[in-house]
């Protein structure tokens, strides 16, 4: 499968929007990373894509914020530089996973120089492939997340894919027709609220 960050260096173009995925899952065979490519194709010539590479970010501890430990800052630099994030996120346990939370954690802390976090305000939108419950359930406990952040959320805000039996056989997200047109909804909505601003 092609990768997101070769298709950043080869066809970064100046006059697009900068699109961040964030992938909540680190799983090297993740779904979710799966339609995070999904995602990307679907902004593809609207917006240059990028892959965050958040694995070296390390638990959150209040102790070890200043100096920024490298990874943090490194992160942070990625979402000042996007114009919005679209979250692709599994579902642990009915709710957000704790990896991810950590990652926002640190990222909406404020700079060492004082200034606003980079994600306050930050255009988004949300998907996420997990069980029955197609992440809704994770995505219900990431909306006050959202909200204290005082992100823009993409009014097409939700695309929930149910893993099959034979997807976790196969490793392999099969996307049905119905499941295609919300991710290109979202994508629609996303570059329209970037266009607005
Ligand atoms: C710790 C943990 C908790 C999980 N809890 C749920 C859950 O509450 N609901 C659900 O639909 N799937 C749940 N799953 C299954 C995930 O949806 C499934 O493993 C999925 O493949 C994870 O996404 P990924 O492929 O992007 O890593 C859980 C998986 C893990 C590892």
Same mark, same amino acid.
């Not at 894509?49 to 990874?71: A, C, G, I, S």
């Not at 009915?94 to 954690?105: A, T």
């Given at each position: 499968?092609?990768?997101?960050?070769?298709?950043? $260096?080869?066809?970064?173009?100046?006059?697009?929007?900068?699109?961040?995925? $964030?992938?909540?899952?680190?799983?090297?065979?993740?779904?979710?990373?799966?339609?995070?490519?999904?995602?990307?194709?679907?902004?593809?010539?609207?917006?240059?894509?990028?892959?965050?590479?958040?694995? @070296?970010?390390?638990?959150?501890?209040?102790?070890?914020?200043?100096?920024?430990?490298?990874?943090?800052?490194?992160?942070?630099?990625?979402?000042?530089?996007?114009?919005? $994030?679209?979250?692709?996120?599994?579902?642990?346990?009915?709710?957000?996973?704790?990896?991810? %939370?950590?990652?926002?954690?640190?990222?909406?802390?404020?700079?060492?120089?004082?200034?606003?976090?980079?994600?306050?305000? %930050?255009?988004?939108?949300?998907?996420?492939?997990?069980?029955?419950?197609?992440?809704?359930?994770?995505?219900?406990?990431?909306?006050?997340?959202? %909200?204290?952040?005082?992100?823009? $959320?993409?009014?097409?805000?939700?695309?929930?894919?149910?893993?099959?039996? @034979?997807?976790?056989?196969?490793?392999?997200?099969?996307?049905?027709?119905?499941?295609?047109?919300?991710?290109?909804?979202?994508?629609?909505?996303?570059?329209?609220?970037?266009?607005?601003?």
């Amino acid at each position: 499968m092609e990768s997101i960050n070769e298709v950043r $260096i080869e066809e970064h173009d100046g006059s697009l929007p900068t699109v961040l995925m $964030i992938v909540g899952s680190l799983r090297k065979k993740s779904f979710n990373r799966q339609l995070a490519q999904f995602a990307a194709g679907e902004l593809a010539d609207r917006a240059n894509v990028h892959m965050l590479d958040w694995h @070296e970010v390390p638990m959150f501890n209040q102790d070890e914020e200043f100096p920024t430990p490298e990874p943090v800052a490194a992160v942070r630099t990625e979402v000042a530089e996007a114009d919005a $994030i679209w979250v692709v996120t599994p579902e642990y346990n009915h709710g957000m996973p704790g990896p991810l %939370k950590n990652l926002f954690d640190w990222l909406s802390r404020p700079m060492e120089d004082g200034s606003l976090s980079p994600i306050v305000g %930050k255009m988004m939108t949300m998907s996420g492939a997990a069980g029955a419950s197609c992440a809704r359930d994770c995505f219900a406990t990431w909306l006050p997340v959202l %909200k204290a952040l005082k992100m823009c $959320i993409a009014p097409a805000t939700f695309t929930g894919v149910a893993l099959s039996r @034979e997807m976790f056989i196969s490793d392999r997200l099969e996307l049905d027709d119905a499941a295609k047109a919300s991710m290109r909804n979202q994508a629609d909505a996303l570059i329209a609220l970037i266009d607005q601003e």
